[in-house]
């Protein structure tokens, strides 16, 4: 079992360091661990909490992506397709194999034989990997898959495999086993400025959001992993420094899945503007995405528009005929800001390459930029590459399992749930969500039986949950549980409100809260925005 505790900012600021990370993000959270596994004395710092971000925004797809072979980008297909199988292995109950629907329409902008080229060569530059090879379907074929795909025009289709993942708990996971390696990481420690000595940076302030006071953390050497913050935080060192980045926001809107009535995955073409896009299933629902469109404001402040939501309603009902979506029908919805390497004045934001830079500013601090989700792995030890001056391919970042993934069948834990008398449905939820934790999980109810009993009507989450997220995922706020490490923010109508005073009262038992801090930590819950 992983133990993981937030550093403190008195403990960070009397420790040597030979890194400091910005950033905990999927990317950041990568470098802790690759930095720590390398034996390096690194620690990490966020602004709010860990994959608050682009991190838990995402579409949730670990995938080589078969759109980037018609772009020619082979190189990072083939990276990413590496990294998938990799994912896949060390963290089997995070990151899953799922099947994807490409359905191929009269008049489609890529017909058919071009679609069976494109999946021919996806599964040649994924051979060896671990999930089933693509295959080409008639029309009469492709209904026998998906029955409730728009009929009229459809000549046909694929079949391919790719995987989905839970972005947030997939951060989490990471930093904590950059922790079990000897690293340190504070959410809720923003960064105020640079500490330079001799013209170079040598470390950061950093403000304690949770509980008042700055300190001065210093380290040998220090990497800006923000995301779509990272300009910012270069300007810190240059001010004059030019955008590295072009952001732009990307929306999803969840549904009932029965609503829509699919099983697999579908990858599609939206008839609006022709952009690719996706309708996934998870668990009973389904969510639909995602626009990409430039986005200005501040990144933490990006928000879902009507139109946007209107958009990808009508893209998906125009292949799903009979699910008749409305505004009515969305459950919940999320959007995000991508940060994206800048590319040629005046291309659409869809064609902006998904590659990535790892660069040294004028006082030596050290940026990660652009990448995407699947490829974290190899952006992060790139990055460390930069720092030690020489590569470590051993350090066993693609072998050692995430904490939860060290085993690959689940029915040891299925059958101790069905024993404890839980329904299929919660044990389901618990075994995706913790994998090999499960067992600790279980052991908290076995200690306190109130412990079983669900947090929210409408989801299958236990109290016990609570109690394991704060004594080992870093879960300091109620939103902490509620929207990165539970997801009840965008799984349930109510946004988890139902939840919110429940899992302050269960944190403020575990942490030792007054009851003046149990109230105001359920108030910032219930007064914010479902997501937030």
Known sequence: MVTSVRATMADLATRELDLLVIGGGITGAGVLRDAAMRGLRVALVDQGDFGAGTSSRSSRLIHGGLRYLEHRHWRLVFEALRERAVLLRI???????????????????????????????????????????????????????????????????????????DDARLVVATI?????????????ARVTGLVLDGGRVVGATVADELHGGTATIRAAAVIN?????????????????????????????????????????????????????????????????????????????V??????????????????????????????SWAGVRPLLAGEPGAAASAVSREHRVLRGPAGMITVAGGKL?????????????????????????????????????EPFIRTGVELGFEATTVEHLVRHYGTETAAVYNLIRDDRALAEQIHPDHPAVAAEVVHCVRRELAVRVADV???????????????????????????????????????????FLGSPPGD
């Open 374 to 410: 699947t490829t974290y792995r190899q952006m992060a030890a790139e990055a460390v590459n930069v720092v030690t001056g020489r590569s470590r391919p051993g350090a066993g970042t693609d072998v050692e399992p995430l904490p939860g993934g060290e085993a690959f069948t689940w």
């Open 482 to 524: 509620l929207d990165r490490r539970l997801h009840l923010t965008v799984e349930t109508a109510d946004g988890g409100r139902k939840a919110g005073r429940r899992v302050a009262e269960l944190m403020g038992r575990e942490s030792g809260w007054d009851q003046g801090r149990i109230e105001s930590e359920a108030a910032r």
């Open 91 to 165: 963290a089997p109950h995070l990151v899953r194999p799922l099947g994807f629907i490409v359905p191929v329409h009269q008049g489609d902008r890529i017909p058919r034989w071009k679609l069976a080229a494109g999946l021919g060569l996806y599964g040649l530059l994924a051979a060896g990997g671990n999930v089933p090879r693509p295959r080409m379907f008639g029309k009469a074929g492709l209904l026998a898959l998906e029955p409730n795909l728009k009929v009229r025009g459809l000549q046909g289709g694929g079949l391919y495999y790719d995987a989905q993942c």
């Open 303 to 332: 928000r879902v528009s009507p139109e946007e939501v209107r958009y990808l309603l009508r893209s998906a009902n125009a292949l799903f005929p009979n699910a008749h979506l409305g505004e009515e029908d969305v459950i919940s």
């Open 225 to 301: 992993a923000t995301g779509p913050w990272t300009d910012a935080v270069r300007r810190m060192e240059d001010p004059l420094a030019p955008p590295l980045l072009r952001l732009t926001s990307g929306v999803h809107v969840v549904v009932r899945r029965n609503q829509v009535g699919h099983t697999h995955g579908i990858t599609f073409t939206s008839p609006v503007d022709g952009r690719v896009m996706f309708v996934l299933p998870w668990g009973d629902l389904s969510y639909i995405g995602t626009t990409d469109v430039d986005y200005a404001g501040p990144p933490g402040e």
């Open 176 to 188: 904590r086993s950059g922790i079990a390696h000897g690293g340190h990481a504070s959410n809720y």
